[in-house]
């Protein structure tokens, strides 16, 4: 076993990041009131990450579901690094997939020929942004470039002329086909001085001639995230307040997910100034992945604010991305997993089935009007991502009497009484600690009929008449004691306590009822093929209470079946061998 932990002091090996000097610090006081400028890198950042990187058949699925989802801004790649990069591109415009109102943004080291080839990739793009970055933090300037920060800066701003060149180089009927906007991402911005990043960003600006009518995207990003996430919003809430010509610039972010907070890193820096957010569907991208797109949206949602983008179809978004990526999306991942809105412990399903009725009773009375959401454990409704209430409720051995009788209710039309739900959870109990395993609601089902329904022994109802005299009712009854035909009478107001009566005679028993309920089940419109659900508790001075249950077209016929099968369940009458 690595002993590491037990044996060695972090603190020789690793920093933590330091804190960012913002007294004033606004952020914090601030609230999510609109959705950001979206833009997803799925193709790029979310392509060049996958172990098997994406063929241009699932590209093009990618895009259109992302199309789909309604993002209006797509990094479709780095069209410079390969052919089949460059071809993507070019296929997507020649073949006039890209709706109008969607900008095609394209990925770019700082370096004159890749440069070239990516602003070729995008000519008769209606809208196409050239993104280029470069790494601007201590750690890369001095290991990886080898740059001081003036030569750093000099790379920025020599990509900014090289775009401008290769724009200029294009025939202006050709270059003003297309809508061109700028993003440059000073990389590893969150472990860089916050003074250079000014610097650098403000140099990118002005060399472009950045104006509030052509802003430059100054993308921001957590290349790795490094701090908690309170850091990275006192980071851009400071560059949001020191950068000059801050109205010309759109402040994007990028975050990653090193540390498991690029949701919270996106959510604070929005609360700090960021307009923009760019992520990946369900968290995919380098390492640990870019910020979940998906989370971020719905979090909205949750809030009441329109993400402006649809998730009302997650089952089929996280088919397709599945596919594309061949990654799968976790079962527990926010918002979208399999068991996400699935409550097994019993207290839960207790909750939730109660509140999904009051949900129920509250909208019934609001005559149409949409209300709010409350139900407990359930922050959204799964319904408006497309999820039905059948996932919400699942039975295992952790499962309560909620859980299972949601299911009959839901399933068998069962409506059964409190205590008799006790009992079924009970005997449900046993078969989910026998078997250790999830367990299907016909399986509950099952447990149900054979314990409550078919108990035949020692009693068995066979038939019975009635006959009635001045508000006496006389029942007969056909039954089998212990294999034995027997005949019994008695006399009652009604049926059943006639028949309470003709068996505690016959059997020298003193039962009596203690519960009784009774519902219609399996009706359809025209009021055919009903049955009735009898619920019948079984009560004597020296048994426990036990109920019966009877399931019969005649009402009166179930109501002494359950009588039956509720004194032999409860054990008052001695089986014979
Ligand atoms: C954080 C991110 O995700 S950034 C995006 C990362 N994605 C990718 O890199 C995927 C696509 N990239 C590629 O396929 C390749 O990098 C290519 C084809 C674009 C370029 O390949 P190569 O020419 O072999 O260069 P490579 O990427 O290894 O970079 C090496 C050189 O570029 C320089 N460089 C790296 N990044 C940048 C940059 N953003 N701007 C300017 N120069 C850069 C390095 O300093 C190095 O220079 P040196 O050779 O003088 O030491
Ligand atoms: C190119 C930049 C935006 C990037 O991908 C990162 O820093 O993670």
């Known amino acids: 076993m690595n002993t590491t932990f037990k044996t060695m002091d972090p603190s020789k090996k690793y920093r933590p990041y330091p804190?960012?000097?913002?007294?004033?610090?606004?952020?914090?006081?601030?609230?999510?009131?609109?959705?950001?400028?979206?833009?997803?890198?799925?193709?790029?950042?979310?392509?060049?990450?996958?172990?098997?990187?994406?063929?241009?058949?699932?590209?093009?699925?990618?895009?259109?579901?992302?199309?789909?989802?309604?993002?209006?801004?797509?990094?479709?790649?780095?069209?410079?690094?390969?052919?089949?990069?460059?071809?993507?591109?070019?296929?997507l415009i020649e073949e006039k997939r890209i709706p109008d109102d969607v900008t095609i943004q394209a990925l770019t080291q700082a370096r004159t020929d890749l440069i070239n080839r990516t602003v070729e990739s995008l000519v008769g793009a209606k809208n196409a942004i050239v993104h280029v970055y470069n790494a601007t933090s201590p750690l890369f300037r001095e290991v990886v470039y080898n740059k001081t920060k003036a030569e750093t800066v000099e790379i920025a701003v020599k990509g900014i002329q090289d775009i401008k060149a290769a724009l200029a180089a294009l025939p202006a009927d050709v270059c003003a086909q297309t809508q061109w906007r700028l993003e440059y991402s000073p990389e590893t911005f969150s472990m860089t001085e916050l003074e250079f990043s000014k610097e650098i960003c403000e140099a990118v600006m002005s060399e472009w001639g950045a104006t509030p009518d052509n802003k430059v995207i100054l993308n921001l990003p957590t290349t790795i995230e490094v701090a908690t996430p309170n850091v990275f919003a006192d980071q851009i809430e400071w560059m949001h307040t020191h950068l000059a010509n801050r109205?010309?610039?759109?402040?994007?972010?990028?975050?990653?997910?090193?540390?498991?907070?690029?949701t919270a890193c996106s959510e604070l820096a929005i609360l700090a100034g960021a307009d923009r957010v760019e992520g990946c569907l369900f968290g995919n991208?380098?390492?640990?992945?870019?910020?979940?797109?998906?989370n971020l949206a719905i979090n909205l949602w949750s809030q009441g604010i329109d993400p402006e983008v649809d998730y009302s179809n997650i089952n089929e978004v996280i088919r397709i991305a599945e596919e594309c990526t061949q990654l799968p999306v976790g079962a527990r991942h926010p918002w979208a997993g399999e068991l996400v809105f699935t409550a097994f412990s019993g207290s839960h399903q207790d909750a939730i089935k109660k509140g999904l009725t009051r949900q129920k009773d509250r909208e019934a009375a609001a005559d149409g009007d949409t209300i709010m959401w409350e139900v407990p454990y359930l922050p959204i409704d799964p319904a408006d991502l497309g999820r039905s209430y059948e996932a919400v409720i699942r039975v295992n051995a952790q499962s309560g009497k909620g859980g299972m009788a949601y299911l009959l209710e839901r399933d068998y039309d069962l409506t059964l009484p409190r205590l008799l739900q006790v009992e079924v959870a009970r005997a449900v109990q046993v078969l989910a600690d026998d078997t250790g395993r999830e367990l299907s609601s016909e399986q509950i089902h099952e447990v149900f009929v054979e314990e409550f329904i078919e108990r035949k022994t020692p009693v068995e109802y066979i038939d019975h008449t009635i006959s009635h005299h001045t508000g006496v009712e006389t029942l007969r009854a056909q039954i089998k004691v212990n294999g034995e035909d027997r005949v019994i009478e008695g006399r009652g107001n009604g049926p059943l306590s006639a028949f309470v009566q003709a068996l505690n005679a016959s059997l020298g028993t003193k039962f009596s009822v203690g519960h009784y309920s009774e519902h219609d089940i399996h009706s359809d419109q025209a009021g055919e093929n009903a049955q009735?659900?009898?619920?019948?508790?079984?009560?004597?001075?020296?048994?426990?209470?036990?109920?019966?249950?009877?399931?019969?077209?005649?009402?009166?016929?179930?109501?002494?079946?359950?009588?039956?099968?509720?004194?032999n369940r409860s054990g008052v009458v001695a089986i014979e061998s």
Request: charged letters at 20%; a negative charge.
């Open 285 to 294: 991208g380098e390492r640990t992945g870019n910020v979940c797109l998906v």
């Open 532 to 567: 009735a659900a009898c619920y019948v508790q079984v009560a004597h001075a020296d048994f426990s209470p036990a109920y019966g249950v009877g399931i019969h077209e005649n009402i009166v016929t179930a109501s002494l079946i359950a009588v039956v099968s509720g004194i």
């Open 247 to 262: 109205e010309s610039a759109i402040i994007s972010v990028h975050p990653h997910n090193d540390r498991g907070t690029g």
């Open 19 to 91: 804190q960012i000097d913002l007294p004033n610090r606004r952020w914090p006081n601030n609230v999510l009131t609109k959705a950001p400028i979206w833009l997803s890198t799925d193709l790029r950042d979310g392509n060049q990450s996958l172990i098997d990187p994406m063929d241009i058949d699932k590209k093009l699925k990618m895009f259109d579901l992302l199309v789909q989802i309604g993002y209006k801004e797509i990094e479709i790649g780095f069209p410079s690094a390969s052919q089949i990069e460059f071809d993507f591109v070019r296929k």
